[in-house]
C-alpha cells in the first residue's frame, strides 16, 4: 500500500511537472471565397499569422498589403520582409481563386452560391527550461468548413478524408520533394521563425494574467427539480490552465461534465468554463480548482449551495399569485356593482312604468271627454269624464325612443477531372516566404 501511495505521488508530481511546461506555437491561416460578398470587413481572400494566438500580420484582397498588427513586428522586421511577404500573399491569393474553382467542379457546387477554401499550416513547441522540442506540425485544407486535406508528419503523405481530395493525395504523394519539403518547414523552419519571433517579442509576449473564477449555479432548463452547477475562469494568459469541478475535493469524471473550451476574450486574453448537472437539494461541498501558472497556489472556491434563479422563480410565483388575487377580487367587485346597478335601474323603470300607465289612463279619459263634446248636449250631460287635476289635458307626449348606432456558384457545372494544376503543388513550395 506504501508503494503504491510513493509510485502514485510520483505520477501526479510528473503529470504536474509535464503540464506545466511552455506550449507556443505559430500558425499562418488562408481563407479565399469563391467570390466577393458584399459585407464590411469580409474580403474574397485574407491571410494572417498567429503567434500564440495573437494576431501578428495581416493580409487582404482589398488593400493587397501584408502589414504588421504588432508593433514589436513592425520595429524588428525588415521593410524588405513586408514587400517579399506582400508579394508571396499576392501569388497565394492567385492560388486560392484557381483551386477553389477547381473544387467547386469537382464537388459539382453551384456558383450562385459562396464557398470557402481554407488553408493553415504552421507548428507547436513545448519548452521546458531551456530546452525546445517539437510537438507537431499541421498543414491541412478544409472547403466549405470540412476536413478535405492533411499532411501526416510522422509518415510524410497525404491523407484524404474525402473522395474529392483523393485525385490531389495522389498528386502531391507522387512529388516526394514537395513532401520531404513540406516536412522539414514544419519540424524545422517553422520552430526557427516561432523562436526568433518570440524573441522579438519577448517582453510583450511574457507579460502574463492571472484567472477571475466564479462559481454559480442556474436552474436546469431541461428538469427544474435540477441546477446546473459552473465554475468560470476567464481573464488568463497563457491560455493553459487546469479547471475541474470537485465533490467533496475529489475532481468529477470529464464525462459528466460539459465543458466549453478555452475561449478567446477581446482583450486578447482566455475563459474556460465547466459545468455539471446536479439536483437542487444536494447538499454534498461542491468546489472550484483552477490552476494557471500565474498563480503560487491553485484558486479554489466552494459553492456556497444558492441557486441565482431559483428563488427569483419562487419570488415570481408569489408576485404573479398576489396579483392574480387582486384581479379576481376586482372581479368579483365589479360584478356586484353590475348586479346592484342593474337591479336599481330595473326598480326605476317598474315605477317609470306604473307613473306612465296611470297618465296614459288619465289621457284617454280626457280624450274621451273631447271626443264626447262633440256628441248632442243631451249625451255629454249623461257622461262623467273628468281629469284627475279637475282640468282637460293638452295632448299627446312627444316620442322619446332615440336610435343607437356601433382592421440565392451555380454549382452544376462540369465535372472535373480531378487533375490539380500544376500552382497545388508550386504554391506549397513557397512556403517559407510568409
Same mark, same amino acid.
Given at each position: 500500500?506504501?508503494?503504491?501511495?510513493?509510485?502514485?505521488?510520483?505520477?501526479?508530481?510528473?503529470?504536474?511537472?509535464?503540464?506545466?511546461?511552455?506550449?507556443?506555437?505559430?500558425?499562418?491561416?488562408?481563407?479565399?471565397?469563391?467570390?466577393?460578398?458584399?459585407?464590411?470587413?469580409?474580403?474574397?481572400?485574407?491571410?494572417?499569422?498567429?503567434?500564440?494566438?495573437?494576431?501578428?500580420?495581416?493580409?487582404?484582397?482589398?488593400?493587397?498589403?501584408?502589414?504588421?498588427?504588432?508593433?514589436?513586428?513592425?520595429?524588428?522586421?525588415?521593410?524588405?520582409?513586408?514587400?517579399?511577404?506582400?508579394?508571396?500573399?499576392?501569388?497565394?491569393?492567385?492560388?486560392?481563386?484557381?483551386?477553389?474553382?477547381?473544387?467547386?467542379?469537382?464537388?459539382?457546387?453551384?456558383?450562385?452560391?459562396?464557398?470557402?477554401?481554407?488553408?493553415?499550416?504552421?507548428?507547436?513547441?513545448?519548452?521546458?527550461?531551456?530546452?525546445?522540442?517539437?510537438?507537431?506540425?499541421?498543414?491541412?485544407?478544409?472547403?466549405?468548413?470540412?476536413?478535405? #486535406?492533411?499532411? @501526416?508528419?510522422? &509518415? =510524410?503523405?497525404?491523407?484524404? %478524408?474525402?473522395?474529392?481530395?483523393?485525385?490531389?493525395? +495522389? *498528386?502531391?504523394?507522387?512529388?516526394?520533394?514537395?513532401?520531404?519539403?513540406?516536412?522539414?518547414?514544419?519540424?524545422?523552419?517553422?520552430?526557427?521563425?516561432?523562436?526568433?519571433?518570440?524573441?522579438?517579442?519577448?517582453?510583450?509576449?511574457?507579460?502574463?494574467?492571472?484567472?477571475?473564477?466564479?462559481?454559480?449555479?442556474?436552474?436546469?432548463?431541461?428538469?427544474?427539480?435540477?441546477?446546473?452547477?459552473?465554475?468560470?475562469?476567464?481573464?488568463?494568459?497563457?491560455?493553459?490552465?487546469?479547471?475541474?469541478?470537485?465533490?467533496?475535493?475529489?475532481? #468529477?469524471?470529464? @464525462?459528466?461534465? &460539459? =465543458?466549453?473550451?478555452?475561449? %478567446?476574450?477581446?482583450?486578447?486574453?482566455?475563459?474556460? +468554463? *465547466?459545468?455539471?448537472?446536479?439536483?437542487?437539494?444536494?447538499?454534498?461541498?461542491?468546489?472550484?480548482?483552477?490552476?494557471?501558472?500565474?498563480?503560487?497556489?491553485?484558486?479554489?472556491?466552494?459553492?456556497?449551495?444558492?441557486?441565482?434563479?431559483?428563488?427569483?422563480?419562487?419570488?415570481?410565483?408569489?408576485?404573479?399569485?398576489?396579483?392574480?388575487?387582486?384581479?379576481?377580487?376586482?372581479?368579483?367587485?365589479?360584478?356586484?356593482?353590475?348586479?346592484?346597478?342593474?337591479?336599481?335601474?330595473?326598480?326605476?323603470?317598474?315605477?317609470?312604468?306604473?307613473?306612465?300607465?296611470?297618465?296614459?289612463? =288619465?289621457?284617454?279619459?280626457?280624450?274621451?271627454?273631447?271626443?264626447?263634446?262633440?256628441?248632442?248636449?243631451?249625451?255629454?250631460?249623461?257622461?262623467?269624464?273628468?281629469?284627475?287635476?279637475?282640468?282637460?289635458?293638452?295632448?299627446?307626449?312627444?316620442?322619446?325612443?332615440?336610435?343607437?348606432?356601433?382592421?440565392?456558384?451555380?454549382?452544376?457545372?462540369?465535372?472535373?477531372?480531378?487533375?490539380?494544376?500544376?500552382?497545388?503543388?508550386?504554391?506549397?513550395?513557397?512556403?517559407?516566404?510568409?
Amino acid at each position: 500500500m506504501g508503494l503504491f501511495l510513493v509510485l502514485f505521488a510520483v505520477f501526479l508530481l510528473g503529470a504536474a511537472v509535464s503540464a506545466w511546461s511552455e506550449k507556443h506555437s505559430l500558425y499562418y491561416i488562408y481563407t479565399g471565397l469563391s467570390k466577393p460578398v458584399q459585407l464590411p470587413g469580409i474580403y474574397q481572400f485574407t491571410a494572417m499569422g498567429l503567434l500564440d494566438d495573437r494576431e501578428i500580420d495581416y493580409y487582404n484582397s482589398h488593400d493587397q498589403r501584408k502589414i504588421p498588427k504588432q508593433h514589436w513586428m513592425k520595429e524588428k522586421m525588415q521593410e524588405d520582409y513586408w514587400e517579399k511577404g506582400t508579394q508571396s500573399r499576392k501569388s497565394k491569393e492567385q492560388w486560392f481563386n484557381v483551386n477553389v474553382d477547381i473544387l467547386m467542379k469537382r464537388m459539382r457546387h453551384n456558383e450562385s452560391d459562396v464557398h470557402v477554401l481554407q488553408w493553415r499550416h504552421g507548428c507547436e513547441i513545448e519548452k521546458q527550461g531551456d530546452e525546445v522540442k517539437f510537438s507537431k506540425g499541421i498543414d491541412e485544407y478544409s472547403y466549405d468548413g470540412e476536413n478535405f #486535406l492533411s499532411f @501526416d508528419d510522422k &509518415e =510524410s503523405q497525404w491523407v484524404a %478524408p474525402v473522395d474529392a481530395a483523393v485525385p490531389t493525395k +495522389r *498528386k502531391w504523394d507522387k512529388v516526394p520533394i514537395l513532401n520531404q519539403y513540406t516536412k522539414g518547414y514544419l519540424e524545422k523552419e517553422c520552430v526557427d521563425w516561432l523562436n526568433k519571433f518570440r524573441d522579438y517579442g519577448e517582453q510583450e509576449l511574457r507579460e502574463s494574467s492571472p484567472p477571475d473564477v466564479h462559481v454559480f449555479a442556474k436552474r436546469c432548463t431541461t428538469d427544474k427539480n435540477k441546477v446546473k452547477l459552473t465554475c468560470l475562469a476567464t481573464g488568463f494568459y497563457p491560455k493553459d490552465v487546469i479547471l475541474s469541478i470537485r465533490k467533496y475535493r475529489s475532481p #468529477l469524471p470529464e @464525462d459528466e461534465i &460539459e =465543458s466549453s473550451g478555452i475561449r %478567446p476574450n477581446h482583450d486578447g486574453t482566455y475563459q474556460l +468554463r *465547466k459545468s455539471v448537472i446536479i439536483q437542487e437539494d444536494e447538499k454534498a461541498e461542491y468546489d472550484c480548482f483552477v490552476k494557471h501558472r500565474t498563480l503560487k497556489e491553485p484558486i479554489i472556491i466552494t459553492w456556497d449551495g444558492k441557486c441565482q434563479d431559483c428563488t427569483q422563480g419562487t419570488i415570481l410565483g408569489m408576485v404573479i399569485g398576489a396579483v392574480i388575487g387582486v384581479v379576481l377580487m376586482l372581479a368579483v367587485g365589479a360584478l356586484v356593482y353590475f348586479l346592484r346597478r342593474r337591479r336599481n335601474i330595473a326598480g326605476q323603470d317598474r315605477a317609470s312604468n306604473r307613473s306612465s300607465s296611470s297618465s296614459t289612463g =288619465s289621457q284617454n279619459r280626457v280624450i274621451n271627454c273631447v271626443n264626447l263634446s262633440e256628441l248632442p248636449n243631451a249625451a255629454i250631460a249623461g257622461s262623467q269624464c273628468s281629469s284627475d287635476s279637475g282640468k282637460g289635458s293638452a295632448g299627446p307626449s312627444p316620442d322619446d325612443s332615440p336610435t343607437n348606432s356601433q382592421e440565392a456558384v451555380n454549382l452544376v457545372s462540369e465535372a472535373s477531372s480531378g487533375q490539380s494544376s500544376p500552382a497545388e503543388a508550386q504554391s506549397l513550395l513557397q512556403q517559407s516566404s510568409e
